[in-house]
């Protein structure tokens, strides 16, 4: 979690003149099974894609609201980070994919009897995303019927970059409103609380 008094300068002027988006009301989907019977879903904001099978994610007015789908089976570190945003240090991504989509960890907490299994894939957008209306109109939708298909009751949202609050929780409503229940790690608490994803945990790392 980062305050905002801790960005660059630029950073902090361009999110101060930003007008951030507001989910009103808030969808609401309980976990129908308990958390250890649960299939988990992570979402990461990172743009990760698979090279040579994949599309890079493009620089774009107002943002590029694609998403690519990551097979779960594939190794993470195998995956290329194409976020477009500048102003986050990429360097711990780029040693460790796990900071950006946890493959990992979910499969230990699995392996511990705290979740019930990992999502057969696991999705990748670009969340550097200035004009989030096609992300919640177009891109969140087919999301979430993905991740239905797969048997999903559970997802987790990963940003990465100071926009990538908002991108993942307009997202996560979205998914949430379609029968998933949903959390997003907050880098920015305060931009969380404005946006208003249906779960958000802030934690100081």
């Known amino acids: 979690m980062a305050e905002l008094s801790e960005l660059p300068l630029h950073t902090r002027l361009e999110l101060a003149l930003y ?19 649960a299939r988990v879903a992570l979402v990461t904001s990172a743009g990760l894609y698979e090279l040579g099978e994949d599309e890079p994610f493009r620089r774009m007015k107002g943002g590029d609201y ?5 097979s779960a089976d594939i190794d993470v570190h195998h ?3 194409g976020q477009t945003a500048g102003g986050f240090d990429r360097e711990p991504i780029v040693k460790d994919r ?19 299994s990992p999502a057969s894939v696991h999705v990748s957008f670009n969340g550097a ?3 989030p209306k096609r992300l919640m ?25 100071a926009m990538c609050t908002q ?6 409503a979205v998914v949430e409103a379609h029968g998933i229940s949903t959390t997003c790690l907050a880098l920015l608490r305060d931009v969380a609380e404005q946006v208003r994803p249906p779960r958000a945990l802030a934690v100081p790392f």
């Open 66 to 70: 694609s998403f690519r789908i990551l």
């Open 137 to 161: 109109t177009e891109t969140a939708p087919r999301v979430a019927e993905r991740l239905r298909e797969d048997g999903v009751h559970a997802a987790v949202f990963i940003p990465v970059c």
């Open 19 to 37: 007008k951030w988006r507001r989910i009103d009301p808030v969808p609401w989907t309980p976990l129908a099974v308990p958390l250890r019977d």
């Open 98 to 116: 796990n900071l950006a989509l946890p493959v990992e960890p979910l499969a230990e907490l699995v392996r511990e009897h705290m979740v019930g």
């Open 129 to 131: 995303i200035t004009a």
């Open 167 to 172: 991108s993942v929780a307009l997202l996560a």
């Open 79 to 81: 995956f290329v980070l």
